[in-house]
T-cell receptor, first 118, second 113 residues
Framework: GAVVSQHPSWVICKSGTSVKIECRSL??????MFWYRQFPKQSLMLMAT?????????EQGVEKDKFLINHASLTLSTLTVTSAHPEDSSFYIC??????????????FGPGTRLTVT | AQSVAQPEDQVNVAEGNPLTVKCTYS??????LFWYVQYPNRGLQFLLK??????LVKGSYGFEAEFNKSQTSFHLKKPSALVSDSALYFC???????????FGTGTRLQVFP
């Protein structure tokens, strides 16, 4: 299998506080994980690529000091939204890359985390 | 610039009828193409992919897609739609020599009983 979980599934926080979202690959090791953001009725936007044991690579326009990513183990990446504001409210989805024997690989997606900042 | 286009925001089809969800792409090099489905408040589920080989790719839940290089298209199809197929469908392309996926804007499929 290739199951990716996210925790929490939804969170409400007050403006100015920080929120941590976890992404776990449950039955495989993932050296690379990805964080996406999805606005209502819109497509997924890649925010950053998270590599185990090294710094994340952020996409253009994504504030790395606001969206802190840590990939401390082969099965866990975390996204921390610091000093959250209402405009950070969104659906955050992670994915994990799994390799197959033929050197092909796929991204498996988590169920998403709905963040609402009040 | 590399991109993926899904020209239809919504597709409506009656249950039992065939369905097509359109996707065109613009990439340099050989494309890796994907279809994903998303149910409300859920992450994406993989349906199928094209990397090389047979232009007709069969995937999960009875879906298939046809890769057409000359038309740069990768339309998703199903011979007989089910009400439970109603969801948001995303076409995506993996950029050459990277892990990054670029997603289309999504097409909402509505299957009516």
């Amino acid at each position: 299998g290739a199951v990716v979980s996210q925790h929490p599934s939804w969170v409400i926080c007050k403006s100015g506080t920080s929120v941590k979202i976890e992404c776990r690959s449950l039955d495989f090791q993932a050296t690379t994980m990805f964080w996406y953001r999805q606005f209502p009725k819109q497509s997924l936007m890649l925010m950053a690529t998270s590599n185990e044991g090294s710094k994340a690579t952020y996409e253009q326009g994504v504030e790395k000091d606001k969206f802190l990513i840590n990939h401390a183990s082969l099965t866990l990446s975390t996204l921390t939204v610091t000093s959250a504001h209402p405009e950070d409210s969104s659906f955050y989805i992670c994915s994990a890359r799994k390799f197959f024997r033929d050197r092909d690989y796929e991204q498996y997606f988590g169920p998403g985390t709905r963040l609402t900042v009040t | 610039a590399q991109s993926v286009a899904q020209p239809e925001d919504q597709v409506n089809v009656a249950e039992g009828n065939p369905l097509t969800v359109k996707c065109t792409y613009s990439v340099s090099g050989n494309p890796y193409l994907f279809w994903y489905v998303q149910y409300p408040n859920r992450g994406l589920q993989f349906l199928l992919k094209y990397i090389t080989g047979d232009n007709l790719v069969k995937g999960s839940y009875g879906f298939e897609a046809e890769f057409n290089k000359s038309q740069t298209s990768f339309h998703l199809k199903k011979p007989s739609a089910l009400v439970s197929d109603s969801a948001l469908y995303f076409c995506a392309v993996r950029l050459s020599n990277t892990d990054k996926l670029i997603f289309g804007t999504g097409t909402r499929l509505q299957v009516f009983p």
